[in-house]
C-alpha cells in the first residue's frame, strides 16, 4: 500500500496551502484516511480524517474552522486545505489510511502511512 503525499512548501503566515495524498483505488475504498502532522520535537499530532463510508470529516481542535479534509474518489485522492496558516501549523504532513474508528485521532489505528510533506509557515 502506498500512500503519496505531496503540496508542502513554504509559505507566510495568513497564506493558504492545499495538500494532496494519492493511493490505489483499493486502498481509498477500502479505509478511511487521515491527515496527522509532526513537527519539530514534538509528537506526531491528529489533524484531520474523513469517514470512508459517509465522508464525514473529523478535525483536531487546533485545527477546526481553518482546514478542511476532502476526498475525490475519482482521483483515489485525499486533499487537506489549510487556510490562515500559523507558525504553529509547521511540520511534517502524513497522509495515512486504516479502518474506521471512534478512536480516530490516535496514530495506532492507522494501518498504512505515507513519507511526509514539509509545510512551513514563517511569521
Known amino acids: 500500500v502506498q500512500l503519496q503525499a505531496s503540496g508542502g512548501g513554504l509559505v507566510q503566515a495568513g497564506d493558504s496551502l492545499r495538500l494532496s495524498c494519492s493511493t490505489s483505488e483499493r486502498t481509498f475504498s477500502a479505509y478511511t484516511m487521515a491527515w496527522f502532522r509532526q513537527a519539530p520535537g514534538k509528537e506526531r499530532e491528529f489533524v484531520a480524517t474523513i469517514r470512508r463510508y459517509d465522508g464525514t470529516p473529523y478535525y483536531g481542535n487546533s485545527v477546526k474552522g481553518r482546514f478542511t479534509i476532502s476526498r475525490d474518489s475519482a482521483k483515489n485522492t485525499m486533499f487537506l486545505q489549510m487556510n490562515s496558516l500559523k507558525p504553529d501549523d509547521t511540520a511534517v504532513y502524513f497522509c495515512?489510511?486504516?479502518?474506521?474508528?471512534?478512536?480516530?485521532?490516535?496514530?495506532?489505528?492507522?494501518?498504512?502511512w505515507g513519507q511526509g510533506t514539509l509545510v512551513t509557515v514563517s511569521s
Open positions: 495515512a489510511a486504516g479502518p474506521w474508528s471512534l478512536n480516530y485521532g490516535q496514530q495506532r489505528g492507522y494501518r498504512y
